[in-house]
């Protein structure tokens, strides 16, 4: 399960006195328990491993975002900072499809959801996540679904 590749990663970091890593991982199992708390609130069970996944783009998507802020405002040295977070969160997700693999995926959605316009662009979406979470940048998907779905 990934919750103990992270709590055994914490160990390892600790040890090894690898101090952004441990700061990371710490921060990924607190995100994850307020995941869970937030989850058991509305009656369902804790977060499963492809739920995570979800947890983990949603994290690194952030600190994209505060990289691209960081770097307008001239603070590379936070830049850099958040960068080895991305790192470090990035290697608890499953490989990253390629566009062409992603395109494909989408094709494959497009014709099992019998999708015909934009209208059905959110069963497409749903049915990538239900299938490839953790391994699509759906940011990307959505205008690539887009771009299939308006000819």
């Given at each position: 399960m990934l919750r103990d590749d992270?709590?055994?990663?914490?160990?390892?970091?600790?040890?090894a006195k690898e101090e952004r890593k441990l700061s990371t991982l710490r921060m990924v199992n607190s995100t994850?328990?307020?995941?869970?708390?937030a989850a058991r609130?509305?009656?369902?069970?804790?977060?499963s491993d492809a739920d995570l996944l979800g947890v983990f783009q949603k994290m690194i998507k952030q600190r994209q975002e505060s990289v691209e802020l960081y770097e307008k405002g001239g603070r590379a040295e936070l830049a850099a900072q958040e960068r080895e977070e991305?790192?470090?969160?990035t290697a608890y997700l499953p490989k990253q499809m390629?566009?062409?693999?992603m395109k494909a995926a989408i094709a494959a959605a497009i014709k099992e959801t019998g999708a015909a316009g934009m209208k059905d662009m959110g069963k497409v979406v749903g049915v990538l996540k239900g299938k490839f979470?953790?391994?699509?940048?759906?940011g990307k998907a959505s205008g690539l679904v887009k771009a299939a779905l308006t000819g």
């Open positions: 992270i709590n055994n990663a914490v160990k390892e970091a600790m040890k994850i328990k307020n995941a869970d708390i609130g509305e009656g369902k069970p804790p977060l991305i790192a470090v969160i390629s566009d062409d693999d979470a953790g391994q699509m940048d759906f």
